[in-house]
């Protein structure tokens, strides 16, 4: 496939159309805040998009374990973090001499002049999946690890999670365990789905893990270094199935600000119609067959103190088959959460015998909810079925020093004029979720899969942006990329 390349008069056309939009963004803004048009002197010019790499490069090589995870298993969380100048990220080595599940163990690397070296590998433990990370502003790492407490040789097994922290101004090989706390003794195994959160300015965490199909464990470790909370989150209940059952929810997008705990994700259950399980597995041969098509949300206003709320459902394609993908989640200073994701519309497979009428659809989707309530929602990006528009997947939020928001993400496929695009792409967006600006970001090597350097996680906003994932092309191999936006 061609990689699509914008010829000097796009990218004219770009920066100007960044430009104008920029200007309205600072008018909007200055809406927002209560300033009248003319007082919009005293705000400084917003700087146009105009994205420049400047690092693009090979961070390791690994071979895949066959055991159902990868590096970029934990795609809620994230492997890459930046501390200051310092930027650390997690790999994952598959252990030749050992056999799937708990087949790879855990690495740590960070970016110096020289490019990526590796600090430390877990020298005792076996694992299945990538071990998320967070940061705290004061230099400490911490790294969430699921080692298997299994002596077989193969398949899963008990698990002990785990925090290591680290302190990056000193020696990466002395760090401390951080055993979380638990409602009672949960049976953790390797298919952990957890996922780690960090309110950096408050140096205090999260740590989610699943427990089956029932609900996930939760630990709070406090600014005074205990783990001062814990509790259950029990799923939503899918009592609308023909077979009423608890509705597992995954790969999320969790946030921690000033106690405050937001957590979204995607359904992720065996196929729950009968129909389409039965026809699904004349397809495949398979007895299972997942669903990805359910958006669930939920937060507490302090996870020390009080219950989660109800879970909301913010979207569904569960009427045709659909396929939804969490993207990211942001909360705003004024308590506004933002929330992307990715939708398809339909199972190609399923629509002649099921839904002859329906139309495919691609498309990044966002909506803003505040104290639990959907304010706003918007697509953002869509390509329908016969527009020659690509398909746009992976919404990564990107926050600059200014407290601009942008969303960054993938396309590829081909473009009206027949051309193939496969390329990594940023749109600013307003407070109500407006398309302000657009570029493309020229990358070598685009990212297909990728995390960032996230709030999420303890990284600070930047005016650079932080990436880390998989590329096109380049099989096998996690690479890092750095771009400043103008």
């Not at 310092?86 to 080595?93: H, S």
């Not at 299972?288 to 958006?295: A, E, V």
Request: proline letters at 7%; aromatic letters at 10%; one cysteine or more.
């Amino acid at each position: 496939m061609r990689t699509y390349q914008a010829t000097s008069i796009e990218r004219s056309k770009v920066a100007n159309r960044s430009l104008s939009r920029s200007l309205l963004a600072a008018l909007l803004l200055a809406a927002a805040d209560g300033v009248g048009l003319g007082q919009t002197a005293s705000i400084p010019p917003a700087r146009p998009l105009d994205p420049k790499v400047e690092v693009e490069e090979e961070v390791y090589k690994y071979e895949p374990a066959n055991n159902g995870a990868g590096p970029m298993w934990c795609s809620g969380s994230t492997c890459l973090v930046r501390i200051g100048d310092d930027v650390f990220a997690t790999g994952l080595e598959t252990l030749k001499t050992a056999k799937p599940l708990n087949n790879c163990r855990w690495t740590l690397w960070k970016r110096n002049a020289a490019g990526w070296q590796l600090q430390l590998s877990d020298e005792k433990g076996r694992t299945r999946e990538p071990c998320p990370v967070g940061a705290f502003p004061d230099g400490r790492l911490l790294l969430s690890a699921n080692p298997t407490l299994s002596t077989t040789e193969s398949g899963g097994g008990p698990a002990l999670p785990e925090i290591l922290s680290f302190n990056t101004k000193g020696s990466l090989s002395e760090f401390e365990h951080l055993l979380p706390v638990w409602d009672g003794s949960p049976a953790f195994t390797e298919h952990s789905y957890r996922s780690l959160a960090v309110d950096g300015a408050n140096r205090e965490a999260i740590l989610f893990q699943n427990i089956g199909y029932t609900h996930t464990e939760w630990s709070f470790l406090g600014r005074d270094g205990t783990w001062s909370g814990r509790g259950r989150l029990p799923w939503p209940e899918g009592k609308e199935y023909p077979k009423p059952e608890p509705i597992r929810v995954c790969y999320p997008d969790v946030a921690i600000v000033n106690r405050q705990v937001y957590f979204c994700g995607v359904s992720d259950i065996i196929e729950p119609y009968p129909e389409w399980r039965a026809f699904k597995r004349q397809l495949t041969g398979q007895e299972w067959d997942y669903d990805f098509r359910r958006l669930f949300y939920t937060w507490t206003p302090d996870v020390t103190r009080e219950p989660f709320r109800p879970w909301i459902e913010i979207a569904s394609r569960d009427k045709t088959c659909g396929w939804i993908s969490p993207g990211d989640l942001w909360v705003a200073p004024d308590g506004t959460v933002s929330v992307v994701w990715s939708e398809r519309a339909l199972d190609d497979r399923l629509r002649t015998k099921f839904y002859p009428d329906a139309r495919q659809r691609h498309s990044i989707e966002y909506a803003s909810l505040r104290d639990g309530k959907i304010q706003d929602r918007h697509t953002l990006v869509a390509s329908e079925e016969g527009s020659g528009k690509p398909v746009p997947s992976a919404p990564r939020f990107h926050v600059s020093r200014e407290g601009r928001l942008f969303v960054v993400f993938y396309v590829n496929g081909s473009d009206q004029s027949g051309h193939s695009v496969s390329e990594n792409r940023v749109l600013e967006i307003s407070r109500l979720g407006s398309v302000l600006a657009e570029a493309s970001l020229p990358l070598k090597h685009p990212f297909t899969s990728y995390f960032t350097a996230t709030i999420r996680a303890g990284s600070t906003p930047s005016d650079t942006i932080d990436m880390l994932g998989e590329c096109a092309g380049i099989p096998s191999t996690i690479r890092y990329a750095r771009i400043r936006l103008w």
